[in-house]
């Protein structure tokens, strides 16, 4: 067979194949949503929302919930489900960021088993002190806290919901960039981190704005900075950590994919459906009481977006010496 024949044959393959996609993405059969982290939490919670917002231009999308391993379990379930459009699922900071440089040994490649299809949601993490002790302190902003760190070598303390988590990340790049030392201690899970700061046990810790928000309303924690690169509408006369210390930026964030060799046409129309849905006015409001933020890109520019992430988290986890084997 000749170079021409080939090429022939190998097109109408592709069309062949693309044509079985398409078919069995519009039999009728319900798409599943693999959320890899447990029910209840932000990302399951915005994933349903969204479902339900696409149920007339996709028909019904079904949550998997796949939680374990730091979010690889669930992350591998995509990356290894068949690629006809009838599985998708969330990427998130940690299974497409952090855990590749995290993890010695991964079941998957963050960076070529995954097709991006659109962000959905950015949240600005927090510095937060526990409001008692900044008023004992007198810590009231960025500048007290490193003032006072400065001034009273290794006295202070962070949690964070463990080794390699996105709070103890932050608080490492935070550490690094102010010229500190304040001691991490690791608990199992945000909430109880959060827990710990509440009732003193660790002076500082930076957080998910969203977890944060109801005791920072209570007057019972302190915001003295939001962690992304701009101050958040969220937390009016609080600045971004940016302000003090230039280009300062971790946002938690996460979005969809889809197998790496799902067909584009798949993809285009999971874009199209799913960007609808993010810039609903309906979506905003209901995301804006989890102080999250809708995000609607196109599939490279959530590729490219992950990529950057990817080359970002490399540099922090070998900085916080972080590792899980």
Do not use: C
Not at 93 to 112: E, F, G, I, R, S
Not at 122 to 131: E, K, S, T
Not at 226 to 243: F, M, R
Request: proline share 6%.
């Amino acid at each position: 067979m000749n170079r021409r024949n080939i090429l022939i044959a190998s097109a109408a393959l592709t069309a062949a194949f693309s044509s079985n996609v398409a078919l069995a993405q519009d039999s009728g059969q319900p798409i599943r949503l693999i959320v890899p982290y447990a029910a209840g939490g932000p990302i399951d919670v915005t994933a349903r929302a969204l479902a339900e917002r696409v149920r007339d231009s996709l028909g019904t999308v079904i949550i998997d919930n796949k939680g374990g391993a730091g979010g690889n379990i669930g992350a591998d379930a995509i990356a290894k489900a068949a690629p006809d459009g009838l599985t998708i699922g969330i990427a998130a900071t940690a299974t497409h960021a952090v855990n590749p440089w995290l993890y010695t040994k991964m079941p998957y490649d963050a960076a070529k088993d995954f097709a991006g299809i659109t962000q959905m949601v950015r949240v600005p993490n927090v510095l937060v002190i526990n409001a008692a002790k900044a008023e004992q302190l007198k810590i009231h902003t960025v500048a007290d806290l490193i003032a006072y760190a400065k001034a009273n070598p290794a006295k202070l303390n962070y949690g964070s919901g463990g080794n390699g988590s996105a709070g103890h990340l932050a608080g490492e790049m935070f550490k690094q960039r102010a010229g500190i030392f304040a001691l991490h201690i690791p608990y199992r899970g945000a909430n109880p981190a959060q827990l710990a700061l509440l009732g003193g046990e660790v002076d500082f810790n930076i957080d998910n704005l969203a977890a944060a928000a109801p005791n920072i309303r209570a007057g019972k924690l302190k915001a003295l900075a939001v962690t992304s690169l701009d101050a958040s509408p969220s937390l009016p006369g609080v600045p971004a950590l940016s302000a003090t210390f230039k280009g300062f930026s971790i946002d938690t964030w996460w979005g969809l994919v889809a197998p790496a060799a799902t067909p584009k046409p798949i993809i285009d129309k999971l874009n199209k459906a799913f960007v609808a849905a993010l810039n609903a006015p309906e979506t905003k409001t209901r995301f804006a009481a989890l102080l999250a933020e809708p995000v609607s890109t196109t599939p490279a520019q959530f590729d490219s977006f992950m990529a950057a992430e990817r080359a970002k988290y490399q540099q922090v986890v070998k900085a916080s010496g972080a590792k899980v084997d």
